[in-house]
């Protein structure tokens, strides 16, 4: 990197469950390594429940679908979108595998608790 190199802080909010943010931290990254010569960056990762009223032991992934898209062909069409956005990125979703939907809270807490 060149003395001449623009610092940069990035700040990402961003759920560990969510395929849009795991998208987004792909295309960051590449997007970053395009300009390593010129930007000296500085990616600080922030807590952002998606689901912040998530019951703590999770839920069933139907009802969840249920009550957040208004049902399973919703969501599909959903997926279907991230899916495409995910092969793009060398992600295999596999949304049909997932059976219960986590709350998140200790999982942001044990990041928080890694970076410190």
């Known amino acids: 990197?060149?003395?001449q190199a623009t610092a940069l802080c990035i700040d990402v909010?961003?759920?560990?469950i969510c395929p849009w943010c795991y998208v987004g931290k792909?295309?960051?990254e590449r997007a970053l390594q395009q300009v390593v010569d010129k930007v000296k960056a500085k990616v600080c990762w922030r807590p952002f429940q998606l689901n912040p009223t998530m019951p703590e032991q999770g839920m069933e992934?139907?009802?969840y679908l249920e009550a957040k898209f208004g049902g399973p062909e919703a969501a599909q069409s959903i997926y279907d979108h991230v899916?495409?956005?995910g092969t793009a990125?060398?992600?295999p979703f596999a949304f049909d595998r997932i059976a219960r939907t986590p709350?998140?809270?200790a999982a942001h807490?044990?990041?928080w608790m890694a970076g410190h």
């Open 89 to 91: 990125e060398r992600i």
């Open 1 to 3: 990197m060149s003395d």
């Open 83 to 85: 899916a495409a956005a």
């Open 109 to 111: 807490r044990l990041i």
């Open 13 to 16: 909010y961003s759920d560990v």
């Open 26 to 28: 792909r295309r960051l």
């Open 61 to 63: 992934r139907r009802r």
């Open 103 to 105: 709350n998140t809270f």
